[in-house]
């Protein structure tokens, strides 16, 4: 019996999502688990598994937008015949469709049609990035297909537009909207004493980064602070079983923050490798539905970019995030006498409804003890 591909829930606050291509063609094999297309959500680009062995039957949607839950193909055995396809939820079209999307189709059993020309996927995700319309571009490979060298013409032939077309980062735009308005926001900050991470960094070795430490940390602290490990599901908060912590990462589609599961239980090293491995999967738009899932805490780090303060905002539908500037030398004042020493800023963004600024300034008193301790501590670990 034919079994329908439908729209996964990637996350708690996914409502909606966009079907970027199909990896698998109407009558190719299946198998349990396999890559079957690419789906863009509000935090990553995904692909997501077959569900089933078999054959695909039908694609019922190539390309667009689409809803949770919405069936978007069928996969059986094959000479199976799809009786009776489910309907697909009807989306509300936009009064104005934005350029080069099509809108939802009435009929749901017939493929959406797509305005645009067909084009490699470096060639749709190079235009993304400039604003173009592949509408307006001429298609110079096989077929004409465009090429990235295509839309990279068509750049240097046309004026750019003056803002990024807004649509593009849609779902990413409304979720920082919606976590702007909804959540009331405190800061509370602190200048940390970082010389014992300078020297745990120097003492771990290569390829333990500043973001490395700070996540072994999060991981050691969390658990006496629970109110910053609630998530809300609803009208409800519930406390984390198990520590995971999120991560910011930058990508050419916005930033996106994968989950290190569990973080509790591994050591630095493990912490460092399964960092290094989701922020390239980050990148290359190869993260899974499950490395998404499951973040209880969230640290951001734009050190690296000489930013010294800044004021994150809530990574939904968590209720704390914290975030860090650069480690610098600084002149200080010990004991009466002048002098330098490594300082750093250390932001915590809390939602007010589940705690307050005094836990919160609690939690970077303790973080601060451990950054002095944290030598001996990585030590412990290895």
């Given at each position: ?78 000479g199976e015949v799809i009786e009776a396809p ?22 749901p059993d017939e493929p959406r049609q797509l ?268």
């Amino acid at each position: 019996m034919p079994v329908p591909v439908i729209i996964p829930k990637a996350t708690i606050s996914m409502e909606e999502a966009s079907i970027l291509k199909w990896l698998k063609g109407e009558g190719d094999v299946v198998s349990t688990d396999e890559p079957l297309f690419e789906m863009e959500t509000d935090k990553a680009i995904l692909e997501v598994p077959a569900a089933v062995s078999g054959v695909l039957l039908r694609i019922l949607i190539p390309q667009g937008p689409v809803k949770v839950e919405e069936v978007v193909g069928w996969i059986g055995q094959p000479g199976e015949v799809i009786e009776a396809p489910t309907k697909v939820p009807e989306i509300e079209a936009p009064t104005k469709v934005p350029e080069g999307r099509p809108p939802a189709q009435a009929v749901p059993d017939e493929p959406r049609q797509l305005t645009a020309p067909a084009s490699t996927p470096a060639a749709r995700r190079r235009a993304r990035e400039l604003g173009i319309d592949l509408a307006k571009v001429v298609g110079t490979g096989p077929g004409g297909r465009v090429t990235e060298q295509d839309v990279e013409q068509q750049r240097e032939t046309s004026p750019l537009p003056t803002v990024r077309p807004a649509h593009e980062r849609l779902p990413l735009i409304q979720r920082l909207t919606t976590a702007w308005r909804s959540v009331p926001h405190i800061h509370i900050a602190r200048l940390m004493d970082v010389r014992g991470l300078m020297e745990a960094r120097a003492f771990a070795g290569p390829g333990i980064s500043i973001t490395d430490l700070m996540l072994f940390l999060m991981a050691k602290i969390l658990p006496r602070f629970p109110h910053l490990t609630m998530t809300w599901r609803g009208d409800v908060v519930y406390p984390a079983e198990r520590i995971g912590l999120a991560f910011a990462v930058d990508t050419d589609r916005g930033v996106v923050a994968p989950v290190i599961h569990d973080a509790g239980r591994l050591t630095l090293k493990e912490i460092s490798q399964t960092r290094r491995a989701l922020a390239e999967a980050a990148r290359a738009c190869r993260l899974r539905i499950q490395d998404l899932e499951g973040g209880v805490f969230t640290l951001t780090n734009l050190g690296a970019e000489g930013v010294d303060f800044f004021a994150p905002l809530m990574n939904l539908p968590q209720t704390a995030i914290l975030a860090i500037g650069r480690a610098a030398a600084h002149p200080v004042v010990v004991e009466g006498a002048l002098g330098v020493g490594w300082r750093m800023w250390a932001n915590l963004a809390v939602d007010h409804r589940v705690t307050d600024g005094a836990l919160a300034g609690r939690f970077l008193a303790q973080l601060q003890e451990h950054l002095h301790q944290l030598p001996q501590e990585v030590s412990e670990s290895e």
